[in-house]
């Protein structure tokens, strides 16, 4: 399995970006699929999460009502919709993929992902 990231950049405080998370060599449909970041000197944390099985959408209590996730079967893209956006959402954001009875369990933990792709840098201006 592959993730492509796409769609970070610089936008103001209080703009919207749309993440893209592209994946090739497995469907999305049966897959639990997350955006994590990682801000400079700090950890990575999740951030939004979809399990597709069931469903289930996950927020960090820090995005809610400002972050929207969906995916697209057809497409097996993943999207991560950010607005009212904040400089503390500056971060290389990750998309990750794992099982989704794991995800039933632990929730969406960073070394509960199987597959990561590589990282895409949102920088929020104040």
């Known amino acids: 399995v592959q993730l492509q990231a796409s769609g970070g950049g610089l936008v103001q405080a209080g703009g919207s970006l749309r993440l893209s998370c592209a994946a090739s060599?497995?469907?999305?449909?049966?897959?639990?699929t997350g955006w994590f970041r990682q801000a400079p000197g700090k950890e990575r944390e999740f951030v939004a999460g979809i399990n597709r099985s069931g469903g289930t959408i996950y927020y960090t209590d820090s995005v809610k009502g400002r972050f929207t996730i969906s995916g697209d079967n057809a497409k097996n893209t993943v999207y991560l919709q950010m607005g009212s956006l904040k400089p503390e959402d500056t971060a290389v954001y990750y998309c990750?993929?794992?099982?989704?009875?794991?995800?039933?369990?632990?929730?969406?933990?960073?070394?509960?992902?199987?597959?990561w792709g590589k990282g895409t840098l949102v920088t929020v201006s104040s």
């Open positions: 990750a993929a794992g099982s989704p009875s794991t995800i039933a369990t632990m929730g969406f933990q960073v070394y509960g992902m199987n597959y």
């Open positions: 060599g497995r469907t999305f449909s049966s897959a639990a």
